[in-house]
């Protein structure tokens, strides 16, 4: 059983900084593309950044020069750390990546979402 667990969100002033980590635990080969999504109240699930396995970023941007999307390979973890935070980046953030697994000398991609952390920003 592969899964992903967030952890960092929390309440935070308008300015200040945060940093969300999800690590992935499990029977896992290797981790290709791994990413952040947020989904704000009344608003779709938005992605935000990505990683590829070699370390290529992507940010939406809105999000760009303030928040930073980075990965441990060994400790098969994501991050984001976010700065400079708005009120408007108020959302449930959701770490997502495709993670492989080996069973029967086949190998198995698996689109596996974590479990969403708040991060409230107040003005």
């Known amino acids: 059983q592969v899964q992903l667990v967030e952890s960092g969100g929390g309440l935070v002033q308008a300015g200040g900084s945060l940093r969300l980590s999800c690590a992935a635990s499990?029977?896992?080969?290797?981790?290709?593309?791994m990413g952040w999504y947020r989904q704000a109240p009344g608003k779709q699930r938005e992605l935000i950044a990505t990683?590829?396995?070699?370390?290529?970023?992507t940010y939406e941007d809105s999000v760009k020069g303030r928040f930073t999307i980075s990965r441990d390979n060994a400790k098969n973890t994501v991050y984001l750390q976010m700065s400079r935070l708005k009120p408007e980046d108020t959302a449930v953030y959701y770490c997502?990546?495709?993670?492989?697994?080996?069973?029967?000398?086949?190998?198995?991609?698996?689109?596996?979402w974590g479990q969403g952390t708040q991060v409230t920003v107040s003005s």
């Open positions: 997502n990546s495709f993670v492989v697994t080996k069973v029967a000398d086949q190998l198995h991609e698996l689109d596996l």
């Open positions: 499990g029977s896992i080969f290797s981790i290709n593309d």
């Open positions: 990683i590829t396995s070699g370390g290529s970023t």
